[in-house]
């Protein structure tokens, strides 16, 4: 063996790089077994090609055909111009004799040739990791399933859907934020559309959490990356066959209904193909959902989403895996830096979290077939984004430590799908006070306020302006301290006689007052604005917390502020109950 190889170097010695490439690729073609290359061979080529510069016309070309055939592409020459090819399009490359590269055009099938900026720089400057990427992606878009017949009549139809989402998302409306982006993206009928091209898919782009800019004098967001929740939209396989459009389901001129939406043609009125395919939106990232808002995407598009690939967990724990928490582990407290120096800590019970109704499930793709129904589904999906989004304010990978110090504790347990509250011990009393946040959809959060002498509804107004404007638990709890503390700072009014919680209980019959295990009398109050079948108590002599309208007004100058109503039916018994259950836990952080 040793005398081989020895002969071996003896013998290419003397030969070029070029000479041994076209060894290696001889070698190649004409593999034992005809149905796949041999794999040192292929591998033995990249990594001649990896280390070799890219210098001649000959060795720009055998980069893009090794580069083709990673994609699974065909690859054909012609003189200067080299050909990319997939069954419905194809990359056209012409070459200099140094190498360099003079043009790059795609061509979707049966379309002309159209330049490709995004994937002609990289491949110029010769950064081919980069340019195989964008082709891998290239390739995605263009991988539609079935047979030639049926490919050709689902890009059809990709194209006629992607025509109506532009139309819709042209029709006109009103702004609801200052901010042009956002406001597209979070109120936009079809969120921010980016419109597919030859060298790009058709994308949405529906959800924004708040933005570094987003700051006033007294309140800093904490540092974290501004997270864009888009969808690609594609088609996938269905075991099933369903009708997809053919043409557009908008009439022209559009008629548009009260809520400022075209009225949509039924698919069997126009023309459509059936086809076992449908319409996907494949989300980027995927989102974690619960279990009922899952159902509601097959009730919204009567397509019933594939289980058999779903792995359902209570949502804390999805949340936590996206965020390198310890997922897997129970009752973790989190800690929350905030600007200051200030330190909360978190903890979600995963006992509370472990009910049937609040599990839920990784989502990467939601199919739908026709194009009147993604309005809803990128409302449904923007209310699950903002219940994610608050919770995950809580969940960070830094978990306390016996040495890790906080200077607030606080408890997170649900109410029902969309609410949570938070217990905490307050500032100015010696007893607990609780935040119920409510969340019926991505404009309508509102924080209610629970404990003894807290009955002004501006408070709840003024925190769930915070909340929505921030979309941060820590940063409303950290509002809702300081303007506690201004209480037992904050000298007695003239005329004012002070009262103690005792005499508050006796002048306020109609208040529930319940002992924790510190012997503290606590009672629950709920603001004004609550509806008369919650709990309430009318005619307490406690102080109030109130907050003045020029506050909300310098926090959130462009939004139009008004009394937010708690349309959940608050149960203080079972807040009480949370409270009695987890009580060590409490006392323990507290």
Partial sequence: MKSIISGLHLKFAEKTWNETFQLVRRCMDRPKDESKPCQPLVRSLERLQEVVTVSSLNTMRSRLE???????????????????????????????PCGGVKELKVAPHGGFPVPSESLLQPLRSKHFAEFSGKLAGLFTQYNIPGDNESKLKLFASLQCLGKDLQQI???????????????????????????????????????????????????????????????????????????????????????LDAQGFPVFLTLSEGPHEALPAYFLLKLQPAIPMMLSFVKKLSHITDVAIPDYDLQWAPLPKLLMRRSNSHGDEQDIIFTVPLPGGLRHSYILPGDAWEVPALRGTVMDSVPF??????????????????????????????????????????????????????????????????????????????????????????????????????????????????????????????GRPATTEAENDHSAPSSTA????????????????????????????????????????????EIKTSPDVNHYPFDPVGVFSHWMTSSGQLSELI
């Fill in 169 to 255: 998302s042209h029709l006109p409306r009103l702004p609801m934020d200052s901010d042009p982006q956002a406001d597209m993206i979070n109120n936009g009928r079809i969120g921010c559309l980016i419109a597919g091209k030859e060298d790009s898919p058709l994308k949405i782009q529906f959800y924004i959490t708040p933005t570094d800019e987003m700051k006033t004098s007294d309140l800093q967001l904490t540092d974290t990356e501004t997270v864009i929740q888009a969808a690609q939209v594609t088609v996938g396989v269905s075991d099933v066959t369903h009708m997809l459009q053919m043409a557009s389901v908008i009439p022209q001129p559009p008629q």
């Fill in 369 to 494: 077939t026709h194009p009147g129904r993604v309005p809803a589904l990128l409302d449904l999906l923007r209310h699950q984004c903002a219940i994610n989004t608050l919770l995950r304010s809580c969940i960070t990978s830094q978990c306390a430590g016996t040495d890790t110090a906080c200077d607030l504790h606080f408890e997170v347990l649900p109410e029902s799908e969309t609410s949570f509250s938070v217990t905490f011990h307050r500032p100015d009393a010696d007893s607990l006070g609780v935040l119920l946040v409510n969340i019926r959809g991505l404009h309508q959060i509102t924080c209610t306020l629970f404990g003894a002498g807290i009955g002004d509804a501006s408070l709840d107004e003024y925190l769930s302006t915070v909340m929505k404007r921030f979309m941060s638990v820590p940063i409303t709890l950290r509002t809702l301290y300081s303007k506690l503390e201004k209480i037992t700072s904050a000298p007695l009014s003239p």
């Fill in 514 to 557: 319940v002992t924790d295990t510190n012997g503290a009398i606590t009672t629950l109050s709920q603001s004004a604005a609550v509806p008369e079948d919650s709990f309430s108590v009318s005619g307490s002599s406690c102080c109030a917390i109130s907050v003045d309208k020029s506050e909300l007004s310098e926090l959130l100058p």
């Fill in 66 to 96: 090794m580069i083709a055939k990673q994609q699974g592409m065909g690859f054909h020459i012609t003189e200067a111009t080299c050909y990319l090819t997939a069954d419905l399009f194809y990359l056209e490359v012409v070459l200099l």
